[in-house]
């Protein structure tokens, strides 16, 4: 517990320093005796509170994305062990973000706007009451008592843990209330939880980044019962903590699992083993010349690999000219439904491109998913396929992309994949986050290329900017355009792809000859490693020719040939 509350620490403290790398902050240690209380007013800014072990003191570090922060800003009272810090409201651009860290078992109480507040390590008591800021805790959960409050939502929040029944207490008010672990512990263990919101999220040991764009208690649709089947430990879980009640009584209705079934087990960022044969490994590598253009011809002599410091045998090169199993990913969601007709004229153009030998297989996706061809190389049923394809509803693209890994592509695990994105990006009704997604993308191996075409073809000046980081959980459902972007450009760098922004109409095309140029300049490496599974693999590709540059995607493990 406390080398992920002190992790977590880490992260909270970057995310609030991100826009105040450069702004003046102030600092100040406050002694305490006894049980202290900190009770901390902040009415347009973020709180961080962090109770570590071996802290002694108070310490706070207030900091502002604006103007410098004074000790004027902050009124600090200190009696008998209770703390009272009341924060100077200033416009938003000049806002203070407060961190405070404290004594264990300490007790806190916050008041706030719509500033996210962060409760993190082993507190005994937490009072917060925002109207709009999500409400994040990191806390130990061998016993808890709490009591949850929206005035005037209905309730918007992830657990880690079951929580006890949601009650409508009035009209448009409800409440959670009850105890978690425990049933009669020790003082010492005994946390307490009393947070009031009116329309804002909270998260109980729940990742801020593993949250979806709808929390909504909802059936569970085709593409996440494919995903729950599957048994990919991290896709499964992320549902389970959305709709835990309708997951569990899915769950009941499939036969026992005699094993675990996963796409494998990841051992580091970007390196990925195998169960079946941890011994074969894969990387894509993406090979040009110093103008950028392809080199062709290459074979098992032209290429060294080094895995952590050691040559490693090669045993095949799949030359660059090799078939590719893609997959096509088509939005015909709401957002598009009246650009339907030019998705399909667009999805065609890129079958059109793509080489004969390709196979391709085609899902398109909504509030669900729907597979319109499996992989095949006859264009001509591919196109017809396309007039299958009907739109309309919210966009669940991060559970067509999850559906598209577990189901589509498992298969061909070892085997040329990539995945061809086409979409606004603005995911509104996934039960997986893209946080949940990067382990399964990095083991699959696919390269994933995101043609992301914001609604309307909208001009690159007229974009909305980034969102402040007052609450960046709720700015993920504010700005979508701009956190799609952020999160394509992600998929494709993880997975060694490359992400399109389309502004324009004659850029698609473009982008489709770019995106089928660079699957010709890609050779998949097969090699021998004697590292354990659950080894970290630092891999460097070597070219014995001059003037070549190279682009690997993450390492995977293949399964043996039967």
Same mark, same amino acid.
């Given at each position: ?20 790398? %450069?702004?003046?902050? %102030? ?43 004074? /000790? ?17 409201? !200033?416009?938003?651009?000049?806002? @203070? ?78 409440? @959670?209330?009850?105890? @978690? ?68 009584? *899915? ?51 032209? %290429?060294?690999?080094? /895995? ?56 398109? %996706? ?12 006859? !264009? ?118 490359? *992400? ?5 109409? /004659?850029?698609?095309?473009?982008? *489709? ?50």
């Amino acid at each position: 517990m406390a080398k992920k509350t002190l992790l977590l620490f880490c992260c909270v403290l970057l995310l609030c320093l991100t826009d105040s790398t %450069f702004a003046q902050s %102030f600092r100040k240690e406050l002694g305490a005796s006894g049980k202290v209380e900190i009770s901390v007013n902040n009415r347009n800014g973020r709180v961080v509170l962090i109770s570590l072990e071996e802290q002694e003191k108070v310490s706070l570090e207030a900091t502002s994305p604006g103007a410098a922060v004074k /000790e004027s800003d902050l009124s600090i009272s200190n009696s008998a062990g209770r703390i009272e810090i009341i924060v100077k409201e !200033r416009k938003a651009k000049d806002r @203070i973000d407060l961190t405070v860290k404290i004594p264990k078992r300490a007790s806190v109480s916050v008041t706030s706007d719509g500033g996210a507040v962060d409760v993190v390590g082993n507190i005994a008591q937490a009072e917060v009451k925002t109207i709009t800021g999500t409400i994040h805790t990191e806390i130990p959960l061998e016993a808890v008592q709490v009591h949850f409050i929206w005035e005037l939502s209905r309730p918007r929040i992830m657990s880690d843990v079951e929580l006890p029944e949601i009650k409508e207490k009035a009209a448009g008010m409800f409440s @959670i209330k009850g105890k @978690i672990g425990e049933k009669k512990p020790d003082a010492e263990k005994l946390v307490r939880l009393n947070f009031t919101t009116e329309r804002g999220l909270m998260l109980l040991n729940v990742d801020p980044e593993m949250v979806p764009s709808d929390l909504r208690e909802r059936p569970l649709t085709e593409a996440a019962k494919a995903i729950v089947k599957s048994g990919e430990t991290n896709l499964v879980d992320a549902i389970r903590k959305v709709v835990p009640k309708i997951y569990g009584d *899915y769950a009941k209705t499939l036969p026992p699992r005699k094993e675990l079934l996963t796409l494998g087990v990841p051992s580091a960022a970007k390196t990925f083993t195998t169960e079946v044969a941890p011994k074969i490994m894969s990387v894509n590598a993406v090979v040009t010349d110093k103008n950028g253009r392809a080199i062709s011809g290459l074979k098992e002599q032209d %290429f060294s690999l080094i /895995e952590n410091g050691k040559e490693r045998e090669i045993s095949k090169v799949a030359p660059a000219n090799a078939p590719f199993n893609l997959v096509l990913l088509l939005d015909v969601s709401n957002s598009v439904e009246e650009r339907i007709d030019f998705i399909r004229k667009a999805a065609r153009n890129f079958l059109n491109t793509t080489s004969p030998q390709d196979k391709i297989a085609i899902v398109s %996706f909504r509030d669900d998913i729907q597979l319109i061809s499996d992989f095949t190389t006859d !264009r001509r049923k591919l196109s017809e396929s396309l007039d299958q394809i009907d739109a309309g509803g919210g966009t669940a693209l991060y559970d067509a992309l999850a559906y598209t890994f577990v189901h589509t592509l498992k298969p061909l695990r070892g085997e040329r994949t990539a995945v061809v994105i086409l979409s606004d990006g603005d995911d509104n009704r996934s039960f997986i986050p893209y946080g949940a997604l990067t382990d399964t993308i990095m083991e699959s191996g696919a390269l994933i290329y995101p043609l992301y075409i914001p609604s309307g073809l909208i001009r690159e000046s007229s974009l909305p900017k980034p969102s402040t980081t007052l609450d960046p959980t709720r700015a993920r459902y504010m700005t979508l355009t701009s956190r799609a972007e952020q999160d394509g450009a992600k998929l494709a760098e993880i997975s060694g792809g490359i *992400y399109y922004p389309i502004r324009r109409i /004659e850029d698609l095309q473009k982008a *489709y000859d770019d995106v089928v140029a660079q699957l010709r300049m890609s050779y998949t490496i097969t090699y021998i490693s004697d590292l354990n599974a659950d080894a970290m693999r630092r891999i460097r590709v070597n070219m014995k020719r001059d003037g070549v540059g190279v682009r690997l995607s993450p390492v995977v493990g293949v399964n043996k040939p039967r």
